[in-house]
């Protein structure tokens, strides 16, 4: 992202130190210390780590798994990664609209499978979903994934965009998923 909007100021929020580390690390790596900060810090705290309505965007990827549900991962760290145990949907919801501005959107990728549980999340925090497109990995295979767009502040009305499939039947990448690895 850092590369791709040249012009933004990043901060990532990151509640295990390791992987918070690993980040920062990764930011050195790539020279991007002056427009990527990570924080760790839990998210639910976004306010003190980052301030109310201070971004135009918010990206996540949250935890995909109730507590409760799946097998749990005797790995601390991917058990966090995975379950709800940090924090649930709706906290993520709720952070998000405290950091965006108003008009400001979220993106998140999430399970397809849960996409109703995201969608009542956002509208309950209010953040009102506007774009919706599934991921599928292989043409014939059912959606994996889900990636939605949801606004502050927005009217009611969702856009359903064309499926994305990732994998030719090769195994390869599609072009459309080529491009978007190669910043196309």
Known sequence: ??????????????????????????????????????????????????????????????PYRPIGSGRLSPNTQRAIAKHEISGTLFDVMSAARTLLKPSGCLWMIYPASRLVDALMQMRACPLEPKQLRLVHSRCQSEAELVVVKACKGANAGISVLPVLVTHRADGGFTKEMAAMIDGG
């Not at 002056?34 to 949250?62: F, K, S, Y």
């Open 1 to 62: 992202m850092a590369r791709r909007f040249e012009q933004a100021k990043i901060y990532g929020i990151e509640i295990q130190e390791d992987l918070a580390q690993l980040a920062a690390h990764n930011v050195h790596l790539n020279r991007m210390e002056d427009r990527v900060q990570i924080l760790h810090g839990d998210w639910r705290q976004a306010d003190t780590l980052v301030g109310e309505r201070v971004a135009d965007v918010v990206c996540t990827n949250p």
